[in-house]
């Protein structure tokens, strides 16, 4: 994990108005919120695994289910999880668990990061900056 300093942190914005600037950049709400806290994640390349720009965020008085939600952006980081290869080698047609089994959990969460993606998740953060500032 590498992380990047950005004017961003300590930010407040409703939730509902940041997914609609930062989707169409590409950014998605990452799989590991919870009703205080969540992340946008980026997706930089899959590269032996992926590689993300996280921006994470925590919930501003009420849970982040609610309809008028706001958080608090946190320091953004880069991360990169790699995972099993070949997992899915010997799927069977009519393989009743194939369809629960086909993802695995990273075998490194926090791999190392490809040097040559850091300019770009820096590039990113500026970006974020000036659309949100």
Excluded: C
């Amino acid at each position: 994990m590498i992380e990047l300093q950005s004017k961003l942190e300590g930010q407040v914005y409703a939730l509902y108005d940041l997914e609609q600037r930062l989707k169409p950049l590409g950014y998605v709400i990452g799989g590991n919120w919870d009703y205080d806290h969540g992340s946008f994640d980026y997706e930089i390349d899959d590269e032996v695994g992926y590689q993300f720009l996280r921006v994470p965020f925590m919930a501003e008085g009420r849970q982040l289910d609610s309809k008028d939600a706001t958080v608090r952006i946190g320091r953004p980081y880069l991360l990169s999880h790699k995972y099993q290869q070949g997992l899915d080698d010997n799927v069977h047609v009519g393989n009743f668990t194939a369809s629960f089994d086909q993802f695995s959990e990273p075998v490194d969460p926090d791999a190392e990061f490809p040097e040559k993606y850091i300019a770009v998740g820096r590039e990113l953060v500026e970006e974020l900056e000036q659309l949100l500032l």
